[in-house]
Every structure is written in structure tokens, then in C-alpha cells.
């Protein structure tokens, strides 16, 4: 089972409270006992329930067995969050359900760089955004762009914060947004004066 762990998960960070290893095989092991037919409605479901636990919607029912795994998780700690959001990128893949995976790895780099664990945090966005411009999906890219923006703004990355804002106008005039496009680009204009007066570009 080592070998279908992918490198991204098995190289992250194993000092943060998260074994992303055991997560992800606990994963494996919960969908094993799916017939793939059902991977859809399981996915949709478990991004639902993600997302709600995220968000502090769903207070009454902290504890979910059946989507991820035999053991019952409490989603208001970061693991059982990053379980139920990581078994959906594996659901995704194994459909394949592109946008569920770019928005189920969003996600947990939003989690990520919500709890200040940002190089985590850009692994997951940074995939999501390979993964949306690999399948050519673009508006999918900007949601991704947004993740790896706010990771950049938090860790003071400035020119690769600029770079990001070129790529997010760039994708909004290819899409035909080109109202969003300029607002954009008059705010990168502002970033970048600044930057110069921080004297950081």
C-alpha cells in the first residue's frame, strides 16, 4: 500500500499534530469498501460535509462515521478535517471529478494556511492549481490562484504574490472578464506602489 501513496503526501510535514500517511491509507481503506459506482454521490456527500464541518455549520453532529473510514472523527480538529477533505481528493481521482479535486485540494490549503502551516498549505493549493491548468480549466485555476495568493500574502512572498495577480488577470481576460480583469489590475497597481515604498520589489 506504500507504493499508492502519492510523493506529495508521503513528503509533507509530520510534526504538526497530522499523519498525513494514516490519513490517506485510512482513506484508501474507507473507499475500498465502496463499488465505484458510488464514488460520485460519496464525493458530492463528503464535500458537503467538509465543507459545513469547516465552516461551524453543522455543530450538532461533530462525529461522522460513514464516509470516512471505521473510526467515527471529531471534524472540529484539523485531522479529521484534512481526512474527510483528503478522501475526497482520492474519490476525485479515482472518478476522475477534476473540479471536486481542485476545489477538495483548495480546501485544504485553506485549512492549512487558516491554522499558519503554510508550507503545507501550498503543497495542497499549488497541486490544485497544476492540476486545473493541466485539465485546462481555467476558472478552476483562478479559485486555486486564490489559495496560493492569500498563502503568499501571509508568508510575505512578494514577488510571487505579483506573479500570481499576472496569472489571475491574464486567466480573467481569456475567460472574458475583463471588467474583473482591470479591478485587478488596479489593485495590483496599488500592490506593487506599495511594495516600492516598503522598498520590497
Do not use: C, W
Not at 467538509?50 to 453532529?61: L, W
Not at 473510526?71 to 473540479?99: C, N, R, S, W
Not at 485540494?105 to 503543497?123: E, K, M, P, Q, T
Not at 499576472?166 to 496599488?190: F, H, N
Amino acid at each position: 500500500m506504500a507504493d499508492s501513496i502519492p510523493e506529495y503526501i508521503r513528503d509533507l510535514r509530520t510534526d504538526i499534530g497530522v499523519d498525513f500517511v494514516k490519513l490517506y491509507k485510512g482513506g484508501l481503506e474507507a473507499i475500498a469498501t465502496l463499488a465505484p459506482d458510488q464514488y460520485p454521490a460519496v464525493l458530492a456527500l463528503t464535500m458537503k460535509l467538509g465543507e459545513r464541518e469547516f465552516k461551524g455549520i453543522q455543530k450538532s453532529q461533530p462525529k461522522v462515521q460513514l464516509i470516512i473510514g471505521k473510526e467515527a472523527a471529531d471534524l472540529t480538529h484539523l485531522e479529521g478535517v484534512t481526512k474527510v477533505f483528503l478522501t475526497a481528493v482520492q474519490l476525485a481521482e479515482m472518478i476522475p471529478e477534476y473540479i471536486g479535486l481542485v476545489t477538495a485540494l483548495s480546501n485544504l490549503g485553506i485549512i492549512f494556511s487558516n491554522n499558519r502551516v503554510f508550507d503545507v498549505a501550498l503543497v495542497f493549493a499549488q497541486r490544485a492549481v497544476e492540476i486545473a491548468r493541466k485539465q485546462k480549466k481555467k476558472d478552476m485555476e483562478i479559485t486555486a490562484l486564490r489559495v496560493t495568493g492569500m498563502i503568499y500574502t501571509n508568508t510575505s512572498q512578494t514577488e510571487l504574490q505579483i506573479k500570481n495577480m499576472e496569472r489571475v488577470i491574464q486567466l480573467k481576460r481569456e475567460t472574458g472578464k475583463e471588467e474583473e480583469a482591470m479591478q485587478l489590475e488596479s489593485q495590483l497597481g496599488a500592490l506593487k506602489s506599495m511594495f516600492k515604498l516598503l522598498g520590497k520589489s
